[in-house]
């Protein structure tokens, strides 16, 4: 009733769509009609397929045949192993109704036999009433005849039979059975028994064989009873004929010695939990792999045996992961015992992975059963480093200190001292060095999990950790403008804060040393090369080494881009110091151009307060960075760059200076151009000659001044008349680099030029001469 419901169901879900399907149904059937015919050619059917294709094109279809044969093959493995248990459960099941059947037959026929014995008894008592009393006196030949050997043996049989049972002399009892069978069967063919006579000899025969059966299986039972006699009668029983009952004993058997050595391993809660994984590991496995040792020798690899030996193994090693996760797993799983949860898992995957040489892959089910155990495990030793990297940041002084326990060595650059390990270390803060060290030991603990496939959770545990701790830097920034709410879930929000600009460096070096350099270094223990179990597979190392690299370098491109969000912080707090005064006025607005009058000649030219104090600002952030980023220089130098862009964007997105300057009351004079001009020459100057003139910070410059000469024009003058109201290009750069050398205190570069060596200075200075002779206006 349930699949008829289900049926009607199904069909009453499919009725909006009723006609096609029945369409297109329809037209599949008939396009299968030419292969059901029973004169379907092949050949010729593919003749007439490919009569009209070139050569390219019936090679490309025998690359879509083979991709569809691929396709199929596969479809077939993952249906064979998603069904597998229900397979061998199958399997398992006709076997044993079989083994019912036959001894239901056997049953029947000496029923039936008996019935007719019976029946011919009951004919020949009638006979001897009904024959004349003269006959019952007359002598007979049989009296006085000596009985046959066959009757001799007839009577001594049963009583042989009881003999050799009772004496446990299985050899010999079974070939007196094969015997007995044997006379039976020609005394059947050749009629040289009684029918009631033939059915005593066959009740005898059954009786024993029995009798010997159950005796085979209660010393198959018996704990005491060592291999070979075990594998003896096994064999004994399997020969009378009921294989599947002598299997199921066999399994039956090891497993009552397993379970019978296993009471003498008792856990506690002191005790060691590698070491009781291990015993109980040699215990559990030793025992499969002597069953299967067995059951090999004995019964071969009949599919029906070799199923129920699959079966009952991986139900054992069920029961030994449970022990396993309850006794060991669960405990160091719940404390954050990575190391102590690893090392129990790559114990009992030792041993399961000796089954492997006898047909038996139960690695999976293990990985299967221990995996929640391991991932908690994972979980809370991320946890752990965050929690405990917080705590120590609510305290960080934010100094940068080398390691404990390095020697410093000669001939290094400062930043970086020679470890105990061999390694060069580099400068971090206390919170810094803490949370490396607890990623070291974090590597080193789930390092030998790969197999368990783990090595992405890890790596993506290890980016949210990571990523709580720029959330955790980001909030030392004085008047950091993130988001509160980005920090849900970071843990302890008490952090110190970083005053100073060498502190808030100091933050910047944390972050970027851990993302660019020590996380991945540390990651690379989760390659497949550094795996001990891939030594010898050659295939699989380059296979999972081309797989785990492209995995990783994503993994470092998404740290970079969480210190990334670190850098902007830091970028637009300075930019907004240099911009706004404590009281909310800003110190970049349009009314410093607008209203400049007089004379050109009279006025002392200078860049502008703003565009000074942003030049000793990244002078200043450039010495100090020199001496934290050592070796990284390019961190520093990008440090800056970002830095320069996000005032500049700031003047290029203030929409009410933009407003002032194209709109205003007052407009652009040609004083305030000059004035401006010269503070984006400054700027470029100077970034330039550090090195951190970016081709957007340079496009940027350039379009703020095609703005604000549009807005010069717009007032009726045209600033690139022959009477230009802006000097030459290199009256902007004697005075820019005139302000630089002031502003630095550094002496005057020979001839007044710039660093040539700069590959920033010539695109400088053409681009800048681009704007002046070929407006956009």
């Not at 020609?186 to 005796?215: G, N, Y």
């Not at 061999?422 to 030991?441: E, I, P, T």
């Amino acid at each position: 009733m349930a699949s008829v419901k289900s049926s009607r169901s199904r069909a009453h879900a499919v009725t909006p769509s009723k006609g096609i399907n029945k369409e297109s149904g329809t037209k599949l059937e008939e396009n299968l009609n030419v292969f059901k015919s029973d004169n379907f050619d092949a050949d010729a059917f593919v003749q007439s397929k490919c009569h009209s294709l070139n050569e390219k094109e019936i090679r490309q279809l025998c690359s879509y045949l083979l991709d569809l044969k691929r396709a199929s093959a596969e479809e077939m493995r993952k249906s064979v192993y998603a069904n597998y248990t229900a397979f061998i459960r199958t399997s398992k099941e006709i076997s044993d109704l079989e083994g019912e059947l036959s001894s239901m037959k056997n049953l029947l026929s000496t029923q039936a036999t008996l019935i007719h014995g019976l029946a011919e008894g009951v004919h020949i008592d009638s006979l001897s009433d009904d024959a004349p009393e003269s006959t019952s006196n007359a002598p007979s030949n049989d009296e006085v005849r000596e009985p046959t050997d066959l009757e001799k043996w007839l009577t001594e049989f049963p009583d042989l039979l009881d003999i050799l049972l009772a004496e446990r002399r299985v050899d010999e009892a079974l070939s007196s059975l094969d015997e007995g069978e044997r006379i039976a069967s020609e005394a059947k063919e050749k009629k040289t028994l009684s029918h009631a006579v033939l059915l005593s000899l066959q009740t005898a025969i059954a009786e024993r064989r029995q009798m010997l059966a159950d005796q085979l299986a209660e010393i198959a039972c018996q704990p005491s009873t060592r291999g070979a006699e075990l594998r003896a009668a096994i064999s004994a029983l399997k020969k009378l004929g009921d294989g599947p009952r002598a299997h199921s004993l066999l399994l039956n058997a090891h497993y009552q010695k397993y379970q019978l050595n296993m009471k003498n391993l008792r856990p506690s809660s002191t005790s060691y939990g590698g070491a009781y994984t291990a015993a109980l590991s040699q215990l559990v496995f030793s025992a499969i792999a002597q069953a299967a040792t067995d059951s090999l020798a004995i019964f071969g690899k009949e599919p029906a045996y070799t199923s129920e030996l699959v079966m009952w193994a991986t139900k054992q090693t069920e029961a030994f992961a449970l022990l396993v996760k309850r006794h060991a797993l669960t405990s160091s799983a719940a404390a954050g015992g990575l190391r102590a949860a690893a090392e129990c898992v790559q114990i009992a995957l030792g041993h399961c992975s000796l089954l492997e040489a006898r047909g038996l892959a139960l690695c999976p089910v293990l990985l299967k059963l221990f995996r929640p155990s391991v991932e908690q495990a994972l979980d809370a030793n991320l946890k752990r480093i965050e929690e405990s990297t917080a705590a120590l940041a609510a305290a960080d002084d934010w100094e940068l200190t080398y390691p404990p326990s390095v020697t410093r060595t000669s001939g290094r650059p400062a930043g970086a001292v020679l470890g105990s390990t061999g390694a060069y270390q580099h400068k971090l803060s206390s919170s810094a060095h803490r949370f490396n060290l607890m990623v070291q030991d974090f590597f080193e603990d789930v390092g030998p999990l790969l197999s368990m496939q783990l090595g992405g959770k890890a790596l993506e545990g290890l980016f949210q950790v990571f990523n709580a701790y720029v959330n955790t830097l980001i909030r030392a920034l004085p008047g950091s403008i993130e988001d509160e709410t980005s920090f849900e879930g970071s843990g302890n929000k008490i952090v110190r804060m970083a005053e100073t600009e060498a502190q808030q460096i100091a933050l910047l070096a944390n972050a970027s040393l851990l993302a660019d350099e020590l996380l991945p270094r540390a990651a690379m223990k989760l390659a497949p090369l550094n795996q001990a179990n891939y030594k010898d597979d050659l295939q699989r190392r380059a296979s999972d080494r081309q797989s785990r690299h492209p995995e990783q370098r994503e993994w470092k491109k998404r740290l970079v881009n969480s210190v990334d969000r670190l850098k902007d912080s830091f970028c637009q707090q300075h930019a907004l110091d240099l911009i706004f005064t404590e009281e909310g006025d800003s110190h970049l607005s349009a009314e410093m151009y607008i209203n400049m009058e007089g004379n050109a000649d009279e006025i002392e030219w200078f860049p502008s307060l703003i565009f000074q104090e942003l030049y000793v600002k990244l002078n200043r952030m450039a010495a100090i960075a020199a001496d934290m980023f050592v070796g990284r220089e390019r961190f520093a130098i990008l440090l800056l760059m970002r830095l320069t862009e996000t005032v500049i964007l700031w003047l290029s997105q203030d929409q009410s200076f933009w407003d002032d300057i194209e709109e205003g009351p007052r407009p652009l004079g040609h004083l305030g151009l000059q004035q401006f001009y010269l503070d984006m020459k400054f700027v470029t100057c100077f970034a330039s000659q550090g090195r951190y003139l970016s081709r957007n910070l340079l496009r940027v410059v350039n379009d703020i001044i095609s703005k604000a000469m549009s807005a010069f024009a717009s007032t009726g003058m045209d600033p690139y008349s022959a009477g230009s109201v802006l000097p030459d290009d290199d009256w902007f750069t004697e005075i820019a680099q005139d302000a630089i050398e002031r502003l630095s205190g550094k002496p005057k570069i020979a001839n007044g030029e710039r660093d040539l060596n700069s590959p920033t200075a010539s695109v400088s200075a053409q681009s800048m001469s681009s704007v002046r002779s070929h407006g956009s206006y």
